[in-house]
């Protein structure tokens, strides 16, 4: 079943000495960071520190400009997103991204079909069960571009799982929640790691975040600045002061 070393749990995707830049915008600047099988690992930091462009590093949206990505023990670097979800990692999207004229169903099916190549009633079974999975089946028939903000970001996060992922990286899905509907999020993801999945969560709800990770790490300016217990990591000066730093500028 899963790979273990040593009793540890491999790593199952591993960004080594990952920069990226946009022309002159250096984007993100020697970034290390591991994620070991089953794991829930959350990510903090203000916006615009390279947050979002980690997870394209990662899923293979675009290169980096530096350094190596390797998922489940192999170099990945050169390999795109359709090819790297095909082995088994899938996003979702800070901003939806539906394909508005399709159903939620038909949504979810070509994720499925096109994102995780499966086939038949195996794309069918993946399209329900993430759908009951999100708590979505009512909205199964209804058109993506009807469907409000709280309900296409959970439209994101069924078409990532329709794809039967093995790490999950979670944008940002979390904004905007009530507290109802925060808890309700929460039982999702705990349902999603009890089934092995391995998931990386960007999230500015960190109250949110805390109910599922044990590691937290945060990034500003294109760099991890604090990596580790939650607690510790929301108590670093480092920490503290990108945050506070970046509601004063
Ligand atoms: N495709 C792109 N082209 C140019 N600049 C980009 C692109 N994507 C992101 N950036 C810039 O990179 C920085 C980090 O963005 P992002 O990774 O989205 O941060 P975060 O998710 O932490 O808010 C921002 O300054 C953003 O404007
Ligand atoms: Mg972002």
Redesign the pocket.
Known sequence: MRDRVGGAAAPIIAAAGVG?C??A?T??DGVDFSVARGEAVGIV????????????VLSGA?PPSAGSVSYDGRDVTALGAAQRCRLGVARSH?VPRPFGGMTVFENLHVAATVGGALRGRAAHRACLDSLELCGMLQLANRRADTLGLLDRKRLEMARALATEPQLLLL??IGGGLSDGEAVELVGIIRQILSRGLTVVW?EHMVHVLLQVVLRLVC?ES?RIIADGDPKRVMHDAAVIEAYLGSVSS
């Open positions: 990226k946009f022309g915008l984007v993100l930091g203000p916006n615009g520190a390279g947050k979002t462009t980690l997870f394209n675009f800070q944008d940002e960007i990034m294109g």
